[in-house]
């Protein structure tokens, strides 16, 4: 089991990602240094319980996600990459009509 330094990097980059915003913008929002908030999401720095209250507030979600163990969600969408989140809120945005014609074409393209 991952330490729960490295579990709230984990969650942290997840969550930025998902909001769509890099470590500058958070940097910028919070006065901590772009590189240290990157040590932070990697976990190879342990922030202390205020910077973290102020990353989560930076990104806008509760404190409590980036501390929660029980979600395995996090360490997959932190995994992806940006393209893919990309990808994955253009997706969101088609009407469901589209997303399923795109869905058919994809599946077709997969058995050749």
């Known amino acids: 089991m991952e330490n729960l330094t490295v579990q709230i990097g984990l969650r942290m980059r997840a969550a930025r990602k998902s ?8 940097s910028q929002k919070t006065g901590l ?5 990157s040590r932070l999401e990697n976990g190879t720095a342990e922030g202390s319980p205020a910077q973290i209250l102020s990353i989560a507030r930076a990104i806008g979600v509760p404190i409590a996600q980036l501390y929660d163990d029980q979600d395995e969600t996090a360490k997959k969408v ?7 989140i990309e ?14 014609a795109m869905k058919a074409a994809v599946e077709a393209l997969a058995k050749n």
Do not use: H, K, V
Not at 33 to 37: G, M, S, T
Not at 78 to 84: G, P, T, V
Not at 87 to 100: G, I, M, N, V
């Open 19 to 26: 909001r769509g915003m890099t470590q500058s913008e958070i």
């Open 33 to 37: 240094d772009q590189a240290y908030i």
């Open 78 to 84: 932190a995994d992806l990459s940006d393209e893919a």
């Open 87 to 100: 990808f994955a809120r253009a997706w969101q945005a088609l009407p469901a009509e589209q997303r399923a």
